[in-house]
């Protein structure tokens, strides 16, 4: 793990364990939900099938897998991995409650060293994981992607727009913690460089602020 990974590590240790307020219990609720408002947009959108294998980078409560792994009836494990030890727990515990143990896998690691052989998944998605990480994290980790899909696999991602508004920006930085926020164009020139190809822009609906969010679909 580098620099910017294990200070987004101990910003979400502190949000999860509680320590931030009202603001941890706010932040919980959002992880605990996001799966129902993401995952049918991700299933139009990047075309998931049940036979599909998939890997989220940064799957924090697994709220996500679960959801995408049931409306789709997967045939597949699925595969999740997170920074957050405390995260991860809870997500343990939402796997076991809807019994998918034998169906949903999570494990500690970095966007930057993913511990899965070449070629393994047919989907990665990254959801509200790429504001944490500096240019030169956000290219390897975009290459650790790249050696896990297989030849066709698709990367999904989504996160938070930067605002024509400067006070908005402050405060997204402010709340997330987040080194970087990056545009659609600024995207496409990171996914060029990892050798991705097609980029696709598609709509994610956030019920709560901001609601402006960036969705990429891309083939390897």
């Known amino acids: 793990m580098n620099e910017d990974e294990r200070f987004a590590q101990a910003f979400y240790e502190d949000l ?19 799966g129902y408002f993401y995952a049918g947009n991700l299933l139009r959108s990047a075309g998931l099938r049940p036979r599909d294998r998939v890997l989220e980078v940064g799957c924090g409560a697994a709220s996500i897998l679960i959801r995408a792994h049931g409306l789709r009836d997967s045939t597949r494990r699925y595969y999740g991995v997170d920074v957050c030890l405390t995260m991860l727990e809870r997500a343990r515990e939402n796997i076991k409650r809807r019994d998918l143990s034998g169906w949903v896998s999570i494990a500690a690691a970095p966007a930057s060293c993913l511990p899965f052989k070449d070629r393994s998944f047919d989907m990665v998605l990254l959801a509200y994981v790429i504001k944490h990480l500096s240019d030169e994290t956000f290219a390897s980790s975009l290459g650790e ?21 400067p006070w908005i920006n402050n405060r997204l930085y402010s709340i997330t913690k987040a080194r970087r926020l990056r545009g659609y164009e600024e995207i496409v020139s990171f996914l060029a460089e990892a050798s991705f190809t097609n980029p696709e822009r598609f709509s994610i609906f956030a019920p709560w602020l901001p609601t402006r969010t960036l969705a990429v679909v891309a083939t390897k």
């Not at 297989?150 to 508004?165: A, N």
């Open 145 to 165: 992607a790249y050696r896990v899909l297989l030849p066709g696999g698709h990367l999904v991602m989504w996160e938070f727009l930067p605002s024509p508004i």
């Open 16 to 34: 999860e364990g509680g320590r931030l307020g009202l603001f941890s219990l706010v932040a919980r609720t959002v992880f605990d939900v996001s």
